[in-house]
């Protein structure tokens, strides 16, 4: 018999309500559901053939972003629907997680400029942003980029594809 381990998780409660509404679509328990996100992350990471050492691919981020605040004298703006008319110039201020987390986003991604090709920044929400970085070299340069990323705090989720850089479509032969 096979031997299990129980442990206990916290997610936020929207995460925690979407994920209870998505699996009781599937019609599977809460631990199959949770297995089995485990082992997809694991195969998605772990089972990349690769024969030369060196692969293509990108690594896309969902983060969260915040504002700064613009303090007592500015009005809010509704931004779902106004434009943004902050005044921009320099004052002193406390950056949040996710204004510091996009400073060590950018300084992750030089650190790691060798093996990115590309990246794209794109604004879902005001509240979401979605980055591709699209990379070219050693796998485990790009799977260090990919860990140093997810671990973030406001990255909501990663998406991770690659192929082997010697990959050879078997039309070709």
């Known amino acids: 018999m096979e031997e299990y381990t129980r442990f206990t998780i916290s997610l936020p ?8 509404e998505f699996r009781e679509k599937l019609g599977i328990s809460r631990s199959d559901a949770i297995r089995k996100a485990m082992q997809s992350l694991m195969i998605s ?17 969902i983060m969260g972003h915040e504002h700064f605040q ?24 406390y950056a949040n ?12 991604q030089h650190h790691f400029h060798e093996i990115i090709i590309s990246t794209l920044h794109i604004h879902l929400e005001f509240n979401k942003c979605l ?24 990255v909501f989720s990663t998406g991770f594809f690659i192929v082997d850089a010697d990959y050879k479509d078997i039309s070709e032969k």
């Open 45 to 61: 990471e772990e089972n990349i053939p690769i024969s030369s050492g060196n692969v293509v691919g990108c690594i896309s981020i």
């Open 131 to 154: 980055e591709i970085i699209v990379v070219s070299g050693p796998i485990e340069r790009v799977k260090n980029l990919k860990r140093d990323l997810q671990a973030l705090k406001s």
């Open 13 to 20: 409660k929207e995460l925690h309500d979407k994920f209870e």
């Open 97 to 108: 997680i996710q204004q510091s987390d996009e400073i060590l986003k950018n300084d992750i």
């Open 70 to 93: 613009l303090g007592e004298k500015h009005e809010k703006v509704n931004h779902a629907l106004n434009h943004h008319n902050h005044d921009y110039g320099s004052r002193p201020t």
